[in-house]
């Protein structure tokens, strides 16, 4: 995967309305290159981009859950987590079948959400690239969505109402 590659992927990425910026921690043994990719404020979901030795990249963003939602969760009873977790699960992959999901803390115990999207250097378009993007940010949207549908409670109101929009 060239740097070529990387600063296409860039400019394509900035153009979109995406804040761009290297990737600042270390690489995994399998990539040449990365970026920390964010949508712009106020909701930043953060993403990754990794530019694998042996050619594509991959796209990825976890989801952590806040401390307030996996103490609720941690209240219910194992049943109600698994049955949360294999709800959310399948959400997650109606609006991306072909990401690589992990869950992490366990089926009983959730507390993080990964997403990744895998693309060989044939699939690397600046179309299908921003397309999985924006799938990903659904991906962020879908599992908050799913824990304030369970936890209404954990929202505190706000003073002030913000609306945005992103792509």
């Known amino acids: 995967m060239s740097h070529d590659t990387k600063d296409k992927i860039t400019t394509w990425l900035a153009d979109a309305g995406f804040v761009v910026a290297p990737f600042d921690s270390p690489l995994p043994s399998n990539a040449e290159w990365g970026l920390a990719v964010a949508t712009p404020p106020p909701m930043q979901v953060r993403m990754r981009i ?47 079948p ?40 659904n991906v962020f949207l879908i599992v908050n969505a799913l824990l304030w549908e369970k936890f209404p409670h954990t929202i505190a109101p706000s003073r002030q109402q913000h609306s945005s929009s992103f792509i």
């Open 50 to 96: 990794l530019g694998l030795k042996r050619g594509g990249i991959v796209v990825g963003m976890g989801v952590n859950f806040s401390d307030k939602h996996r103490e609720e969760l941690n209240r219910l009873p194992v049943e109600e987590r698994v049955k949360f977790s294999a709800m959310l699960l399948d959400r997650v992959l109606s609006i991306c």
């Open 98 to 137: 072909h990401c690589r999901i992990a869950l992490h803390g366990g089926i009983a115990s959730p507390t993080a959400v990964v997403a990744e999207i895998l693309l060989f250097d044939e699939e690397i378009t600046k179309q299908r690239l921003i397309d999985d993007a924006a799938r990903l940010v």
